[in-house]
C-alpha cells in the first residue's frame, strides 16, 4: 500500500511538472513570439515614417534648403509643417490664391501635412505693419515657414521704396526674436497693367531679399506682362486685385516652387 502511494505521488509529481514545464514553455514561446511581432511592427512602422518622409522631402526638394530643414524637423517631430501666409489684400484669407495654394498641398502632400494660417492685413501700409508690430501675430503660430507677401502695392507713391525695406527688415527681425527657427519666404504681390515705378519696387524687394539671404519667389513671370493689356483678365484695373484667374496663376506659380513633380 505504501508503494501505491508513493507510486501515485511520483506519478502525480510528474504530471505536475511536465503540466508547468509545458505551460512555461507555452509562455515564453508566445512570448518571443509577441516580441516578435512587435519588432516586425515597430520595424515596419518605421520603414512607413521613413518612406512618408522620404515622399514628403522629394516633394519639396525644389524649395531653399532652410525651407527643406524645416519640413524635416517637422516631419521627424510628427506634427504638421506650420505655413504662415501673410500679407496684403492681395493675400486673402478666403477665396484667393491662398485657398488654392492649400488644395494644391493637400493633394501633393496629403491633407493635414500642412497646416496654413494665413493672415490679411487690408490697407495696410509696411509703416503701418511695422508699427503695429504685426510679425507677433505670425509668431504666435510658432511657424516653420512664413510666406510674406510685403504691402509694396500700398506703399506705392505713400512710402520711399528704402522705407520700405527698412521696415520688411524690421517687421522680419521681430518675427526672428520671436520664433528665431521660422524660414522666411519673400514674394511680391500681384503685377499691375502699365504700372512704372511699382515693377522696379518689386526688382528692389527681389535684390533685398538676396542682399539679406531671404528666400524669394518670383511669380511674376507666371503672369501676362504687365505693360500688356492681356494683364487686365487677371488683375482688376479697378481695384489692382487679383480676380478668380489671376488667383489661379499665383496659386499655380507657388505651388510648382513647393511642389516637385
Known amino acids: 500500500m505504501r508503494n ?9 509529481a510528474c504530471l505536475a511538472f511536465l503540466i508547468t514545464g509545458h505551460l512555461y514553455w507555452e509562455r515564453k514561446i508566445e512570448a518571443t513570439v509577441q516580441a516578435a511581432r512587435a519588432k516586425v511592427e515597430t520595424s515596419a512602422k518605421q520603414e512607413t515614417e521613413t518612406s512618408q518622409t522620404e515622399v514628403i522631402l522629394a516633394r519639396a526638394k ?21 505655413l504662415v501666409i501673410a500679407g496684403s489684400e492681395s493675400t486673402p484669407e478666403n477665396g484667393g490664391w491662398p485657398e488654392l495654394l ?16 494665413v493672415h490679411e492685413y487690408d490697407g495696410l501700409t509696411t509703416a503701418d505693419a511695422d508699427r503695429q508690430r504685426i510679425a507677433a501675430d505670425w509668431a504666435k503660430d510658432k511657424p516653420d515657414l512664413v510666406l510674406l507677401e510685403p504691402f509694396l502695392l500700398n506703399d506705392n507713391g505713400v512710402v ?4 520700405t525695406l527698412a ?9 526672428k526674436s520671436a520664433a528665431p527657427n521660422a524660414v ?11 504700372a512704372t515705378y511699382y515693377p522696379k519696387q518689386v526688382e528692389a524687394l527681389e535684390r533685398f531679399a538676396k542682399d539679406n539671404g ?12 504687365h505693360k500688356s493689356e492681356e494683364l487686365n483678365q487677371y488683375v482688376d484695373p479697378e481695384s489692382d486685385l487679383p480676380t478668380a484667374e489671376g488667383a489661379k496663376v499665383w496659386a499655380n506659380a507657388l505651388a510648382k516652387r513647393f511642389i516637385a513633380q
Open 62 to 82: 525644389q524649395l531653399p534648403a532652410a525651407a527643406q530643414a524645416a519640413i524635416k524637423r517637422a516631419v521627424e517631430e510628427h506634427r504638421p509643417i506650420r
Open 160 to 163: 520711399t521704396i528704402d522705407d
Open 167 to 175: 521696415h520688411i527688415k524690421s517687421i522680419i527681425d521681430e518675427l
Open 184 to 194: 522666411v519666404i519673400l514674394q511680391p504681390p500681384n503685377p499691375i497693367y502699365n
Open 102 to 117: 492649400k488644395r494644391a498641398l493637400d493633394d501633393a502632400y496629403g491633407k493635414g501635412t500642412f497646416h496654413i494660417t
Open 4 to 12: 501505491f502511494i508513493l507510486i501515485l505521488l511520483f506519478t502525480a
Open 214 to 225: 531671404y528666400a524669394y519667389f518670383d511669380h511674376w513671370s507666371a503672369w501676362p506682362d
